[in-house]
C-alpha cells in the first residue's frame, strides 16, 4: 500500500515571500503521478499541479513548481511571490497507473500568507 | 455551468438513520469517487466506480455503499449512521480512470451524526 506523508502540519510566511511544502511518499510502484491540492475556506478541492514520475523535468504552473525527487521519493511544493489568495491547506496525493485512479492524500498543510 | 454538484450541504443525523448522500456531475466523465475528510487524516476514498455500472471499494468503506447507475450519478448511502462517519465527504469524478486524470471535486457534505 502507498502512503503520503506531509510532516509540516502549519506554516506561515509573509505575503511576496517564497515557501515551500514538503511531502514524501513510499510506494513499490515505477509508474505513478503526484498530485498538490489546495484546499482554500471555501471547502473547494483545485488541482494545482501534477508530476509524472516518468518525467524528470520538474513540472511548474506560473508561480508554483514542484522539486521531484524519484529516488528519495520526495514532492516537494514551492510557491513563489505568495499571495494573501494563497492562504489554504495543501494537500499532496499519489496515484498508482492503471486500474482504478484511486488517490492517496497526505494529511494536509495549513499554510497562511500574513499580508 | 459544467461540474460536481452534491446535496445536502450539510446534515445532522441521528445514530442509527439511514442517508443518502447525492452527487451529480454534467461532464460525462467515466470515473467517480467518494472521500471522506477528516482533520488530522486528509481525504480517504471510500468508494469508487470506474464506469457506469460497476464499483469498488477504496480504503474506508465499512459502512457505506454505492451505486452507479447511469454515468452522471454515484449517490452514497450509510444504512446505519454512527457518530464516526461525522465527517466532511467529498464526491469527485475524472474523464477516466487508470491514466493519471486529474479529478474534478464537487463542493462537500458536511455530515454530523448524534
Known amino acids: 500500500a502507498q502512503t503520503v506523508t506531509q510532516s509540516q502540519p502549519e506554516m506561515s510566511v509573509q505575503e511576496a515571500e517564497t515557501v515551500t511544502l514538503s511531502c514524501t511518499y513510499d510506494?513499490?510502484?515505477?509508474?505513478?503521478?503526484l498530485f498538490w491540492y489546495k484546499q482554500p475556506p471555501s471547502r473547494q478541492m483545485i488541482l494545482v499541479i501534477r508530476?509524472?514520475?516518468?518525467?524528470?523535468q520538474n513540472a511548474t504552473e506560473n508561480r508554483f513548481s514542484v522539486n521531484f525527487q524519484k529516488a528519495a521519493k520526495s514532492f516537494s511544493l514551492k510557491i513563489s511571490d505568495s499571495q494573501l489568495g494563497d492562504t489554504a491547506m495543501y494537500f499532496c496525493a499519489f496515484m498508482k497507473l492503471g486500474g482504478a485512479q484511486k488517490l492517496v492524500f497526505g494529511q494536509g498543510t495549513r499554510l497562511t500568507i500574513n499580508p | 455551468i459544467a461540474g460536481i454538484t452534491q446535496a445536502p450541504t450539510s446534515q445532522i443525523l441521528a445514530a442509527g438513520r439511514r442517508m443518502t448522500l447525492r452527487c451529480t456531475q454534467d461532464?460525462?466523465?467515466?470515473?467517480m469517487y467518494w472521500y471522506r475528510q477528516d482533520l488530522g487524516l486528509g481525504l480517504r476514498l471510500i468508494h469508487y466506480s470506474n464506469t457506469a455500472g460497476t464499483t469498488g471499494k477504496g480504503e474506508v468503506p465499512d459502512g457505506y455503499s454505492v451505486s452507479r447507475a447511469n454515468t452522471d450519478d454515484f449517490p452514497l448511502t450509510l444504512a446505519s449512521a454512527v457518530p464516526s462517519q461525522t465527517s466532511v465527504y467529498f464526491c469527485?469524478?475524472?474523464?477516466?480512470?487508470?491514466?493519471?486524470?486529474?479529478?474534478?471535486f464537487g463542493p462537500g457534505t458536511r455530515l454530523t451524526v448524534l
Open positions: 461532464m460525462r466523465h467515466n470515473a
Open positions: 510506494t513499490s510502484e515505477s509508474n505513478y503521478y
Open positions: 508530476q509524472e514520475a516518468y518525467k524528470q
Open positions: 469527485a469524478s475524472s474523464p477516466n480512470s487508470g491514466r493519471g486524470d486529474e479529478q474534478f
